[in-house]
C-alpha cells in the first residue's frame, strides 16, 4: 500500500521491477519522468549548439576584419586597447575612399614604401594595384566600385593605396582631382638609367615567362640609328618632370606632394618614414626596430611579430652592368631632364648620385 502510494504520481509503466530496493537519497532520481529528462537533454543540446555557433562566428570573424585590427599587435586605432578588440563590433570600421596615394613612379620601390606604410597601426594599405584612375572601364563603374575595393579602416585611421602606372597616365591627375583636391600624394622617383633598367628587366622576365620573343635593352632603347628611342614607354617614364608638370598645372600643388628619393629609401628606411609620418600627419611610429638587413636578398626586410617579411623576389633584381657608352648616352639625354626636375621639386638629387657615371 505504502509502495504504491509512492509511486502513485508516475505515468503507468513506470513503476521500478523491484519495488524492495533500499529508498536511499541516491534513488530519488525515479522522480525525475521521462518527460522532464527529455526536456532537460533538450535544452542542453540547445545551449551547446547557441554556443558553439556564437563561437564559429566570433571567430570567423577574428579571421577577417578584426584580424587586421591586431596585426603585430599594431593595427589598432590610438587609444584602444588590444584587449578590448573583441567587444568592438564591425559597425565602427568602414571602406573610405583613399586619402593618401602612392601614384608612382614604376620600379622605383613603391612596393617597399606601402609595405612600410602598412606598418603603421594608423594606416591602412590596399595591397593590390588598384588601377582605378587609368582603367577607362573601371573608372566610369563610379567611386562607389572603388570605395569597395578599399579595406576596412577606423574612423582616424588613413587609407592608402599606390599605382605607380597613375604617375605617368595623362588621364590621372584630372580625374583624382575630381574625386579629392586635397589629397596627399606619395612619389618615389629613382635614378633615371637605373629605373629604365629595371623596367626593361621586368618587361624582359615578362616576355620570357610567357614563352615569346624578347628585344634586348639595346633594341628597346636605341632607334635603328642610335638615339634615343623616345617612344619607348621605358625611356619616357623616366622623363619625370614631364610627368609631374601633368599634375601640378593647374591641379595639384607640390604641397601636396611628397617626394621619396628612391636610393635613400633603400639606405634608411626608417629615416624615410619619418619623413612621411610628417608629411601624412602621422604620429611617429615606424623605428628601426621594424627592419633589419638581410644580407642574401641585400635590401631590408620588416620583422613581423617572430618572423620576417622580406619583398617578392620580382623586387630586388640583379642589374647589368651597361656598356661605358650606352651608360653615357643615356645620363646624357636624362640630364637636362633632371635639372628641370630639380627646379620644380625645389631639390637636386645630384647629391644621390644621379648626375654621375
Ligand atoms: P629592382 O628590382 O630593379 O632592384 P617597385 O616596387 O616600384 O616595382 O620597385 C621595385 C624596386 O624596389 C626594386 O627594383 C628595388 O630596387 C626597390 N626596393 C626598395 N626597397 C626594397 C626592398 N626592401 N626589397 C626589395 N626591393 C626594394
Known amino acids: 500500500m505504502a509502495s504504491k502510494t509512492k509511486y502513485s504520481r508516475l505515468p503507468t509503466g513506470l513503476e521500478p521491477k523491484d519495488t524492495s530496493q533500499p529508498k536511499s537519497k541516491k534513488f ?19 545551449v551547446s549548439i547557441t554556443i558553439a555557433v556564437s563561437c564559429i562566428k566570433s571567430s570567423y ?41 602612392i601614384i608612382g613612379v614604376r ?13 603603421h597601426p594608423d594606416v591602412v594599405a590596399k595591397g593590390a594595384e588598384m588601377h582605378f584612375f587609368d582603367d577607362d572601364e573601371f573608372y566610369t563603374k563610379s567611386l562607389e ?30 580625374r583624382m582631382y575630381r574625386m579629392n583636391s586635397s589629397i596627399r600624394l606619395l612619389l618615389i622617383l629613382r635614378e633615371p638609367v637605373e629605373r629604365l633598367v629595371s623596367d626593361y628587366l621586368q618587361f624582359a622576365e615578362g616576355k ?12 628597346k632603347v636605341f632607334d635603328k640609328y642610335g638615339n634615343i628611342n623616345k617612344s619607348y614607354k621605358g625611356v619616357s617614364r623616366s622623363v619625370y618632370h614631364k610627368h609631374l608638370k601633368r599634375w601640378t598645372e593647374d591641379l595639384f600643388t607640390m604641397k601636396q606632394f611628397l617626394i621619396i628619393e628612391s ?5 634608411d628606411p626608417p629615416a624615410v618614414m619619418a619623413k612621411v609620418e610628417d608629411f601624412l600627419g602621422l604620429r611617429h611610429y615606424i623605428k628601426p626596430r621594424h627592419f633589419y638587413f638581410n644580407k642574401t636578398k641585400g635590401f631590408h626586410c620588416i620583422k613581423s611579430g617572430g618572423g620576417q617579411e622580406c619583398l617578392a623576389d620580382s623586387k630586388g633584381r640583379e642589374h647589368p652592368d651597361l656598356k661605358p657608352n650606352v651608360l ?27 648626375d654621375d657615371y
Not at 584587449?83 to 583613399?98: A, E, G, I, N, T
Not at 636610393?263 to 639606405?267: D, H, K, N, P, R
Not at 643615356?330 to 638629387?349: Q, S, T, V
Request: proline content about 7%.
Open 145 to 174: 566600385a572603388y570605395r569597395k575595393e578599399m579595406p576596412p579602416s577606423f574612423e582616424g585611421q588613413l587609407t592608402v593605396e599606390k599605382t605607380p602606372g597613375y604617375f605617368t597616365e595623362p588621364l590621372v591627375p584630372e
Open 28 to 46: 530519488a532520481v525515479p522522480k525525475i519522468t521521462r518527460l522532464k529528462l527529455c526536456g532537460i537533454i533538450f535544452v542542453v543540446i540547445f
Open 328 to 354: 653615357e648616352k643615356l645620363k646624357e639625354f636624362y640630364a637636362p631632364h633632371n635639372k628641370k626636375l630639380y627646379k620644380m621639386i625645389g631639390e637636386d638629387f645630384a647629391r644621390f648620385g644621379w
Open 107 to 119: 620600379k622605383a620601390g613603391t612596393r617597399a614604401l606601402l609595405k612600410y606604410l602598412n606598418i
Open 208 to 219: 620570357i615567362t610567357q614563352g615569346k620573343p624578347c628585344e634586348t635593352f639595346n633594341e
Open 263 to 267: 636610393s635613400e629609401l633603400v639606405q
Open 61 to 101: 570573424l577574428e579571421q577577417t576584419p578584426i584580424c587586421n585590427l591586431s596585426k603585430n599587435g599594431t593595427r589598432l586605432p590610438q587609444g584602444v586597447a588590444e584587449d578590448s578588440v573583441s567587444h568592438m563590433k564591425f559597425k565602427h570600421m568602414k571602406k573610405r575612399l583613399p586619402q593618401c596615394i
